[in-house]
């Protein structure tokens, strides 16, 4: 390689990290479980797709007036934009775009935004179109530039919330978040929302639990009283009313400015839940086995690495697991077929003869904690009684832990859940 070759080598593969990076936003799904994009309700707007988009022209109260060509695509963004036009009543021309596809929980969408700098809600938001009887997730309605001296905390709050509507009664709550309060490292923290691009989404969790995200980081959970039931639209719009808690009324000479009179909207990224493999577990009538070493995730605090093993956790040792210390864990994700009360049995080994023993957590909840006893070997594997445990059918998160007080502990070949009778 020469020396021009070398600089731009490295600028393609660091790009390419940075590309793999943005792809890989989303939070970590549960156990069992993956992300899967749903093309309907994601774009990079590269162009206009009459597929997926639409512009609903229902107005907000005056002075706002939706009209289709105050929004579009080009240059890789989705843009509204909000104009003075010559009503004397509704004079702030403006824009909303919305998803044809809903979709429901459980599900993450993301998007990234950067406002325009008028007084005005820059939003991305979903509803299902009745505003009586509505389900409402506003992942932001962001004004940088409030105009009502009244909102000094607004050109960096990220204002969120939920409305659950029954015939016009609400149940709502906010989830609002200083985007100053983002971890010191991340490179947006205390940047206004109109300074640059920003990356809000949500993770619609349950019928009860929504968790608000900023540029990569959980910030607000919200749990609502009543439940979610409806597939909802994914929205943006920009809209201004003189009220205080928008943050008072545009100014009309910043809607000539089209330096800040447009919000614009690189992309969005909408993911389902799917189920994923589950550990590898051999179903043999009423039994299963499920061999050690097909965990999907592994843990613990213990770092055994002066021992030459893996850190803080256990390692797969091929046909078992080893390197297993004091308080170290392994999860399984499992299918349980027929509902019942099962027998536990560990395929195990240890040389420890005080302070050994395993723990067998389902679903977040201990059930049982046994001793495992001195057989003087590491890898002869002895069965031992772990107690029984009720499951009810479909998939469960089993966790072991090396529970006893020895820095080490023991090793596992295999476990294995019998139904009784
Ligand atoms: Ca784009
Ligand atoms: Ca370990
Ligand atoms: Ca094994």
Not at 19 to 25: H, P, Y
Not at 199 to 224: A, M, S
Not at 226 to 232: E, G
Not at 273 to 296: I, N, Q
């Amino acid at each position: 390689m020469n020396k021009n070759t070398t600089p731009k080598f490295l600028l393609i593969i660091i790009f390419h990290m940075f590309i793999i990076t943005s792809l890989i936003a989303q939070p970590k799904p549960p156990l069992g479980y993956k992300w899967e994009v749903v093309t309907e309700l994601s774009d990079e707007f590269d162009k206009w797709d009459e597929k997926k988009w639409y512009k609903p022209m229902w107005n907000y109260g005056v002075p706002v007036q939706m009209i289709a060509k105050n929004s579009g695509v080009s240059k890789g963004k989705l843009w509204i934009k909000a104009t003075h036009g010559s009503d004397r009543k509704r004079w702030f021309q403006t824009s909303r775009v919305q998803s044809k596809e809903q979709i429901k929980y459980p599900m993450y969408t993301e998007s990234r935004i950067r406002t325009a700098h008028i007084s005005a809600y820059n939003t991305f938001w979903m509803n299902n179109g009745d505003a009586s009887n509505r389900d409402e997730i506003d992942i932001i309605e962001n004004n940088s530039n409030p105009s009502c001296n009244c909102q000094p905390d607004f050109p960096w709050q990220m204002n969120s919330q939920y409305f659950i509507t029954v015939d016009k009664n609400n149940d709502r709550a906010n989830g609002n978040f200083d985007n100053r309060k983002l971890s010191p490292n991340n490179p947006l923290r205390g940047k206004k929302w109109n300074e640059a691009f920003h990356t809000v989404g949500v993770w619609w969790i349950d019928k009860n639990t929504i968790q608000f995200y900023l540029n990569g980081e959980p910030t607000r959970k919200v749990t609502t009283k009543r439940n979610f039931t409806r597939d909802l639209n994914l929205v943006w719009d920009l809209w201004t009313k003189d009220v205080p808690w928008l943050g008072g009324l545009a100014n009309k000479k910043d809607l000539r400015n089209d330096n800040i009179n447009t919000m614009y909207v690189d992309w969005v990224h909408t993911y389902k839940l799917k189920r994923s493999k589950t550990s590898p577990s051999v179903k043999l009538g009423s039994t299963l086995v499920v061999e050690a070493e097909s965990f999907e995730n592994t843990g613990g605090y213990f770092n055994d690495r002066f021992t030459g093993g893996p850190g803080k956790k256990v390692k797969n040792n091929g046909t078992d697991i080893n390197f297993v210390n004091k308080g170290d864990w392994v999860e399984y994700a499992l299918d349980i077929p027929t509902p019942g009360r099962y027998a536990i049995e560990y395929k195990i080994s240890t040389i420890i003869a005080n302070g050994a023993e395993i723990a067998f957590v389902l679903n977040g909840n201990k059930i049982t904690n046994v001793v495992v006893p001195n057989n003087n070997s590491w890898s002869n594997y002895k069965s031992l009684s772990g107690g029984v445990v009720k499951l009810s059918s479909g998939r469960h998160t089993i966790k072991l832990v090396a529970s006893g007080s020895n820095d080490w502990q023991w090793n596992l070949d295999k476990f294995i859940l019998k139904r009784k009778k």
